[in-house]
């Protein structure tokens, strides 16, 4: 599993989600799940620590002070750098869910 990171440059919080299961016999694959992802102001957590392949809603809640933004980032060859999905002006103490194709 890849750590969560906030990006300090923009105010906007960075989620790398680790992928398990790509390609693999699982009945879940392909089953759309939910995850809880709770923002502030320094950190980004994630409900769980890796997610299948398929069909994921994020549901992301800013306890920051500032508006933020999630991005979830997926393999391009042995690095976490394919921006998957994203989820932008998440105001303070609102919450916005977005779904990605895992």
Partial sequence: MRPLHPARTLPAVMLLAAMTG?????????????????????????????????????????????????YVYGHDGDEFTKIMGEVENIGPGTSQDFSVNL
Avoid: Q
């Fill in 22 to 70: 790509c390609g693999s016999d699982d009945s879940s694959a392909g089953v759309e799940s939910s995850y809880d992802v709770t923002a502030t102001d320094s950190e980004c957590t994630l409900e769980k620590g890796s997610i299948p392949a398929g069909k994921a809603t994020f549901n992301v809640f800013n306890e920051g002070s500032d508006v933020t933004e999630v």
